[in-house]
């Protein structure tokens, strides 16, 4: 049930339409920090999220209760641009920001000229109150939730549970019932995790970079604390932090992977000894350590790499990127050497 993104929307368009589009909207940017709007201004604009994350806060929100976190394809401002009434809460980008925005001035003009415009609005917000519904059922404290992930998305399941301030385990398996992922909350704060072979931190950001369809979820308070976590499996960040870095490399890792997108291509060494020199990429010396020893002799691919491999696919995709441009690599397919040269968008 879950629907398309605003890009995936925009393909189903006529040349005309999209110009349209086009013609009737704009791209804005903001910093990481910047605020989009304030409570009581004038709701002139509706938003769609094309990369990173916003916080929503109710102007009346008490300290320190957990903001709304929306990330790449959410609407957020509609209820100011469709109702014509001020915005009754805040919103500030935790991350780079990139939305497409569209005045409530434009929308008869755009009613008129992409009239699908307005379903797929309709579509989103739908999906959005069926979640927030199924999700908010509970007959008492004792929170349980459970459903299908081609109905759900993971960050609207992971902030249900962090602003309950539930207690339990998150169980997501795979269309065969196979455990896929487990994590536990407590007191809504993400405490241990297990996602396949990965553990801890490596673990939350794997479960957040692929969308896991056909695959299901269930979330329990009856499982006792750190029950079958082992060692390195702890999760220190706060539950706000570990998600808004979770979506700002889910949008880096998609661009990574559409570039390097040929999963049979292999890594073949071109130096003998690594050097990493980069002072903006020090993080991940761990990995191209790693990564270096397992494929100093031995030809893999990126999926090779992952199952041997303790990082996420972000942090291995990123190195091998970085390592394929300082010539350490070559991408290898079919017996010729193929370059990933294109820019990162950052």
């Not at 399941?157 to 896929?180: H, K, P, R, W």
């Not at 539950?239 to 390097?260: C, G, P, V």
């Not at 300082?326 to 990933?340: P, S």
Request: proline fraction near 3%; include cysteine.
């Amino acid at each position: 049930m879950l629907q398309r993104d605003f890009f995936a929307f925009c393909k189903s368009l006529r040349l005309t339409e999209l110009k349209a589009i086009g013609a009737l909207s704009q791209v804005k940017h903001f910093a990481e920090q910047d605020m989009v709007y304030s409570a009581r201004d004038e709701g002139e604009e509706l938003f769609i999220i094309n990369r990173g994350g916003v916080e929503l806060r109710p102007h009346n929100a008490l300290p320190g209760s957990p903001a709304r976190v929306l990330s790449r394809g959410d609407i957020f401002g509609e209820t100011g641009a469709l109702l014509g009434l001020p915005r009754d809460h805040t919103a500030r980008a935790c991350a780079a920001l990139s939305v497409q925005c569209f005045r409530r001035n434009d929308f008869p003009e755009l009613m008129q000229r992409v009239p699908a415009f307005f379903h797929f609005v309709a579509e989103k917000l739908a999906s959005r109150l069926f979640q927030v519904r199924e999700l908010g059922r509970s007959p008492n404290s004792a929170l349980e939730l459970s459903g299908s992930l081609d109905n759900f998305d993971i960050v609207t399941i992971y902030q249900t549970i962090i602003q309950s301030m539930q207690t339990g385990l998150l169980t997501i398996a795979d269309e065969q019932g196979e455990t896929i992922s487990t994590f536990y909350f407590e007191k809504g704060a993400p405490r241990w995790g297990r996602f396949q072979h990965l553990s801890g931190e490596e673990a939350f950001w794997q479960l957040f970079l692929h969308e896991h369809r056909s695959a299901s979820f269930f979330f329990s308070n009856q499982t006792p604390v750190g029950a079958g976590f082992g060692e390195g499996s702890a999760l220190t960040r706060g539950a706000d932090e570990i998600l808004i870095n979770a979506i700002s490399m889910r949008d880096q890792f998609d661009d990574l992977r559409k570039r390097m997108r040929n999963q049979s291509a292999k890594l073949k060494r071109q130096q003998l000894n690594l050097t990493w020199d980069n002072p903006q990429l020090q993080d991940l010396r761990p990995v191209a350590e790693e990564i270096w020893q397992l494929a100093y002799n031995d030809e893999l691919t990126l999926d090779q790499l992952h199952s041997r491999s303790g990082f996420c696919d972000w942090k291995i995709y990123k190195t091998v990127d970085h390592m394929v441009r300082a010539g350490l690599f070559a991408l290898e397919t079919d017996g010729k050497e193929e370059r990933e040269l294109a820019e990162v968008s950052e």
